[in-house]
């Protein structure tokens, strides 16, 4: 059996994607604040894709790792081109 390959993918759709509904509806996943991912964390993430982006950025906030969010979203602002596929950018 081979072990599973992370997709890379989630990253983006994290710093891509806006909250559908809510107090904040309309703000990135990406910069949703620790305390209201908390809150869904202790009340129960949605189901589905919305559900497993909100708990990576949770896990990504929780264990000091905001710096890779904020160096991925200033990577893709200098390389995404419009009607272009985005990929992750190398960071050094």
Known sequence: MQ???PDNTV????LQTKMPFGKYKGTLIADLPV???????KNGMPPGKLG???STTYEIKINGMT???????????????????????KIT
């Open 3 to 5: 072990p599973a390959k």
């Open 52 to 54: 497993m982006l909100l």
């Open 35 to 41: 305390y209201y991912l908390e809150w869904l964390q």
């Open 67 to 89: 710096t890779l969010l904020n160096q991925l979203k200033a990577a893709l602002k200098g390389h995404q081109q419009p009607g272009t596929t985005t990929t992750i950018p």
């Open 11 to 14: 990253l983006i759709d994290v």
